[in-house]
C-alpha cells in the first residue's frame, strides 16, 4: 500500500465515476425515509400491526439515523471515509433485507432502526468525500449536483414506492421496497471499493468516546418525544426529555471545549461555529428544514389521507417540485452565486414561500377539487426555490471547512437537517391537527345540505334524519381528532339496520368533508410555513455580503489522502 500526506493532493482521477456511486448511495438512503409511509397501510395487514408499529416503522429509520450522523462523520475523518462508506453501505443493505423478510412488526421495526442507524454513518462520508475529493473549481457543481438529489429523493420514495406496491412484485406485496435496496447495494459496495479513493484527517487521531454518549443522547432525547409526542397526546414526559436534551446539550458542549483544550480530538470541532459562514449557514439551514420538514407531512397527509389520492398518484403529482428543484441545484451555484451572493438565498427561500402561498390559495379556492394539474404550477415554483436555496447552502457551510475537519462538518450538518425536519414534523404537526380540530364543522356545512336531499329522497322521516345528521356531525369531529387514522370511531360505526343506499350516502358525504376539512387545514398550516421561510430570508441578510463558496477556496489542505497500489 501507498499512502501520502501532501498539502495539495493531485485530483483523483475517477473522481466523477465515483460521484455516481456516492449518489446513488445517498440517494438509496434518503429514498427509504418517505419511501415506506407508501406501503403503510399493506404492512399493516399483512403482519397484522397495530398503528403504534406502523408509526415506529417511519420513526424507528428516523430516530437511528439521526442518532449517528455526527457520531459517523468523525469515524470517518479517523478511520478512514471509505472504510466507514463501506461498513455503512454494507450494513444498510444487509438491513434492507432483514426489513423485506421480517415476519413480525418487531422484527421490521428492530430492522428500521439499524437500517436508519447505518445511514446515519453512510452520509456525512457522502459529503466528506465530495469536499475532499474535488478541486475547488468543480465543487461548486457537485454539490448542485447533491442537491439537486436532496430535492429529488422524498417526492421519488413516494413514486417508487407506490409503483413497488401496485406491481407486487412475485406477490411480495410492500416487501419489494426494501428488498430493491438489496442488488443495489451489492453493486455499490465492489464500485465504492475500487472507486472511491481513501482519506481521513490528519488531526483527529482518537476517538472521543464520552462526547460520542453524550451526542448520540442528546440527539435522541430531542427527536424521540418530537417523533412520538402528538400521537401520545404530549404527555409531560416528552417535555421532561427535551428540557433533558437541552442540559446534555449543555453538558457536551463544555466537555468538547475541555477536550479540545486538553486531549484534542474532539468529535465536533466547535472552533468551525467561530466562522460567521458556519454559525448563520447552519442557523438558517435549521429554520429552512424545519419549515419543509412540517410541509411535506401536512402535504402528504392532504394527498393521500384527504383528498384520498393513492401514493403512485400523490407521488407523480409532485414530480414538478422534483425537476424543478434539479434545475434549481444545478444553476444556483454555477451561475447565480458567483454573480448575486446572498441574493441568492433570499430569492431561493421567497420563491420557495411564493409557491406555497400560491398552493395555499388553490388548496382553499378549489378544495377537494383540486387536480395535479392544478398543483403543477405551484409544486415547480416551490422546488425552484428549494433548489436555489439548498446547494449554495451547503456549499458555503462547507467551503470554508478545512479538509480534515470534512467528516465532523458533515456529520453536523446533516444532524442539523434531521433535528430540523424533526421540529418542523412536531410543529406543523401539532398546528395541523389542532386545526383541523377546531375547522371540522366546516366539512359538515359544506356537505351537510347535498346529504340532506339524498336523506329526504330515501323517504327518512324528518326525526330520524336529524338523528342521522347528528351522528354524521359527531363522526366527522371524531375523525379529525382521532390519533390513529386507521380505527373507526364509535360515531361512525354504522347502525344496525341501517339501509346500503343510506351508508353509502353517509360514506360519500364523510369523505367530501374530511376533504373539505383537509383542504382548508392544509391551506392554513402553508402560512406557518411560510412565516418561517420568509424568516430564512431575513436570515440570509446575517451572512456576509459576498458569499465565499467552494468554487472559490483552496484545495482543502491538511488531509491524509491514502490510496492503494491499485489507484
Not at 471509505?82 to 455503512?88: M, R, Y
Not at 430535492?151 to 411480495?172: E, H, K, R, T
Request: glycine fraction near 10%; proline fraction near 5%.
Amino acid at each position: 500500500m501507498r499512502t501520502t500526506s501532501e498539502l495539495r493532493p493531485t485530483p483523483d482521477r475517477r473522481r466523477w465515476l465515483a460521484l455516481v456511486v456516492l449518489l446513488v448511495a445517498g440517494f438509496m438512503d434518503l429514498l427509504d425515509v418517505t419511501i415506506v409511509n407508501v406501503a403503510l397501510p399493506t404492512i399493516q395487514s399483512d403482519l397484522n400491526a397495530p398503528y403504534a408499529d406502523l408509526e415506529w416503522v417511519v420513526s424507528g429509520y428516523l430516530l437511528g439515523f439521526a442518532a449517528l450522523l455526527i457520531t459517523g462523520g468523525r469515524l470517518g475523518d479517523l478511520v478512514g471515509r471509505k472504510t466507514i462508506l463501506l461498513v455503512g453501505l454494507t450494513l444498510f443493505t444487509l438491513a434492507s433485507l432483514a426489513c423485506g423478510i421480517a415476519p413480525d412488526p418487531a422484527w421490521l421495526i428492530a430492522a428500521r432502526i439499524v437500517q436508519g442507524a447505518t445511514a446515519g454513518l453512510m452520509i456525512p462520508q457522502i459529503l466528506a468525500i465530495m469536499h475532499v475529493s474535488f478541486p475547488a473549481d468543480e465543487r461548486g457543481k457537485v454539490l448542485g449536483i447533491w442537491g439537486g438529489v436532496l430535492g429529488s429523493a422524498s417526492v421519488a420514495g413516494l413514486i417508487v414506492g407506490g409503483i413497488l406496491v401496485q406491481a407486487n412484485l412475485f406477490d411480495w406485496a410492500w416487501r419489494p421496497i426494501f428488498l430493491v435496496n438489496v442488488p443495489v447495494g451489492m453493486l455499490a459496495i465492489p464500485a465504492a471499493m475500487v472507486l472511491v479513493r481513501q482519506s481521513r484527517s490528519a488531526t483527529a487521531d482518537r476517538l472521543d468516546p464520552i462526547g460520542t454518549v453524550l451526542a448520540i443522547g442528546a440527539v435522541l432525547l430531542l427527536a424521540y418525544p418530537l417523533t412520538e409526542g402528538r400521537t401520545l397526546g404530549w404527555p409531560v414526559w416528552t417535555f421532561a426529555l427535551i428540557a433533558a436534551a437541552a442540559l446534555v446539550l449543555v453538558a457536551f458542549v463544555a466537555f468538547e471545549r475541555r477536550r479540545t483544550a486538553t486531549v484534542g480530538s474532539p468529535l465536533v470541532v466547535l472552533n468551525l461555529f467561530r466562522e460567521r459562514t458556519f454559525s448563520v449557514g447552519m442557523a438558517v439551514w435549521l429554520l429552512f428544514w424545519i419549515a419543509l420538514g412540517g410541509y411535506f407531512l401536512v402535504w402528504t397527509l392532504y394527498l393521500q389521507a384527504g383528498l384520498g389520492w393513492t401514493p403512485l398518484r400523490a407521488g407523480l403529482s409532485a414530480s414538478p417540485f422534483a425537476v424543478a428543484a434539479a434545475a434549481g441545484a444545478g444553476s444556483s451555484v454555477q451561475v447565480f452565486v458567483p454573480r448575486y451572493g446572498r441574493m441568492v438565498l433570499f430569492a431561493g427561500a421567497m420563491i420557495n414561500a411564493a409557491g406555497f402561498g400560491l398552493y395555499l390559495y388553490l388548496a382553499a379556492h378549489y378544495g377537494s377539487g383540486i387536480t395535479s394539474v392544478r398543483m403543477f404550477a405551484p409544486l415547480a415554483i416551490s422546488g425552484f426555490g428549494f433548489g436555489l436555496f439548498v446547494a449554495p447552502t451547503v456549499d458555503l457551510i462547507l467551503s470554508g471547512v478545512p479538509g480534515h475537519d470534512a467528516g465532523s462538518a458533515s456529520g453536523q450538518l446533516s444532524t442539523i437537517q434531521q433535528v430540523g425536519m424533526a421540529l418542523g414534523v412536531a410543529l406543523a404537526g401539532v398546528f395541523f391537527f389542532t386545526q383541523l380540530d377546531n375547522t371540522s364543522g366546516h366539512g359538515t356545512t359544506a356537505t351537510i345540505p347535498t346529504l340532506q336531499q339524498q336523506l329526504t329522497n330515501l323517504d327518512i322521516p324528518a326525526t330520524a334524519r336529524d338523528q342521522i345528521l347528528g351522528q354524521f356531525r359527531a363522526c366527522v369531529h371524531d375523525r379529525s381528532t382521532a390519533t390513529d387514522p386507521t380505527a373507526v370511531p364509535s360515531s361512525c360505526q354504522p347502525r344496525s339496520g341501517q339501509l346500503d343506499p343510506l351508508q353509502q350516502a353517509l360514506t360519500r358525504a364523510g369523505r367530501e368533508a374530511n376533504a373539505h376539512n383537509m383542504s382548508r387545514t392544509f391551506a392554513q398550516t402553508l402560512w406557518w410555513a411560510i412565516g418561517i421561510l420568509i424568516a430564512v430570508a431575513a436570515g440570509v441578510f446575517a451572512l456576509p455580503r459576498r458569499l465565499t463558496t467552494a468554487s472559490e477556496t483552496s484545495w482543502p489542505g491538511r488531509d491524509s489522502v491514502a490510496s492503494d497500489a491499485m489507484h
